[in-house]
């Protein structure tokens, strides 16, 4: 059974190997730019940490803060022997109830579109709001990437 809880600092080496896991495939497509790590840099104190967890194993994690009323998700992975059981689902429901309760009207996150992540969290109820040139991505495969930012309304 797949449980979800705030990430303790005992999770650290865990939470790293999911992400390690769960980026590979991304890399691939893309890496974060220096104006990317540094805004990562800035952001990192006020980040909130989920973890889902199977048997007490971390599977999945994502990183979120709220601002403006918008839950900003950041960082969604799940280890790829896990995947395609809910967990993602759950961590984004999870995101749900607590933007509920800190009175937030949506989820909102930004993905590359070349990754194909886009189709991923369209499955997860949001919607593409803007795309643009990105500006914070590298990549060796593609000239030029796309900055897509979705929201999903809280209900």
């Given at each position: 059974?797949?449980?979800?809880?705030?990430a303790?600092?005992?999770?650290a080496a865990?939470?790293?190997?999911?992400?390690?896991?769960?980026?590979?495939?991304?890399?691939?497509?893309?890496?974060?730019?220096?104006a990317?790590?540094?805004?990562?840099?800035?952001?990192?104190?006020?980040?909130?940490?989920?973890?889902?967890t199977?048997?007490?194993?971390?599977?999945?994690?994502?990183?979120?803060?709220?601002?403006?009323?918008?839950?900003?998700?950041?960082?969604?992975?799940?280890?790829?022997?896990?995947?395609?059981?809910?967990?993602?689902?759950?961590?984004?429901?999870?995101?749900?109830?607590?933007?509920?309760?800190?009175?937030?009207?949506?989820?909102?996150?930004?993905?590359?579109?070349?990754?194909?992540?886009?189709?991923?969290?369209?499955?997860?109820?949001?919607?593409?709001?803007?795309?643009?040139?990105?500006?914070?991505?590298?990549?060796?495969?593609?000239?030029?990437?796309?900055?897509?930012?979705?929201?999903?309304?809280?209900?």
């Amino acid at each position: 059974m797949t449980e979800m809880r705030p990430a303790e600092p005992a999770d650290a080496a865990a939470v790293q190997t999911v992400d390690a896991a769960a980026t590979v495939t991304l890399r691939e497509t893309y890496r974060p730019n220096q104006a990317a790590r540094a805004n990562k840099a800035r952001l990192a104190a006020g980040l909130k940490r989920l973890v889902a967890t199977i048997d007490g194993h971390v599977v999945g994690t994502v990183r979120y803060y709220v601002e403006n009323h918008k839950v900003r998700v950041i960082g969604l992975g799940v280890h790829p022997d896990l995947r395609s059981r809910g967990v993602a689902r759950k961590l984004m429901r999870f995101l749900e109830s607590a933007g509920k309760d800190e009175k937030a009207y949506c989820l909102h996150l930004f993905t590359v579109k070349q990754t194909g992540n886009v189709e991923v969290f369209s499955r997860l109820g949001f919607r593409v709001i803007a795309e643009r040139k990105d500006e914070f991505s590298e990549s060796d495969t593609h000239h030029t990437l796309t900055d897509v930012e979705m929201e999903k309304q809280l209900g």
